[in-house]
Nanobody, 120 residues
Framework: GQQLMETGGGSVQPGGSLRLSCAASTVSSNCVGWFRQAPDNEREWLSTISRSGGSTWYDASIRGRFTISQDNAKNTVYLQMNNLKPEDSAMYYC???????????????WGQGTQVTVSS
């Protein structure tokens, strides 16, 4: 079946960086997005990339600190996260779907998530 797998999470100090990877080789959907969910919070959209055209979209809350990109040869989408803050701590998910938007319901395939913890 179609699957996504996130890797790259971990623990980092405030101000640090992490790069998350989303392996999407078995998924044919054009749009891959990154989301996160902290305990007791709703899942929130962060960014999306169009695999065909490379267009990108960001939520205002992370624009300038996070960068989405892709390696077509590896069928992998990345989320580079810089200047991390404690409030960035959450489970991070990648998801794929036919439409590049910020609606959770529009994404059909989801990974299991990777934990990011930002703490001193």
């Amino acid at each position: 079946g179609q699957q996504l797998m996130e890797t790259g999470g971990g623990s980092v100090q405030p101000g640090g960086s992490l790069r998350l990877s989303c392996a999407a080789s078995t998924v044919s959907s054009n749009c891959v997005g990154w989301f996160r969910q902290a305990p007791d919070n709703e899942r929130e959209w962060l960014s999306t990339i169009s695999r065909s055209g490379g267009s990108t979209w960001y939520d205002a809350s992370i624009r300038g600190r996070f960068t989405i990109s892709q390696d077509n040869a590896k069928n992998t989408v990345y989320l580079q996260m810089n200047n991390l803050k404690p409030e960035d701590s959450a489970m991070y998910y990648c998801a794929a779907g036919p439409k590049c938007n910020n609606r959770i319901g529009g994404y059909v395939h989801w990974g299991q998530g990777t934990q990011v913890t930002v703490s001193s």
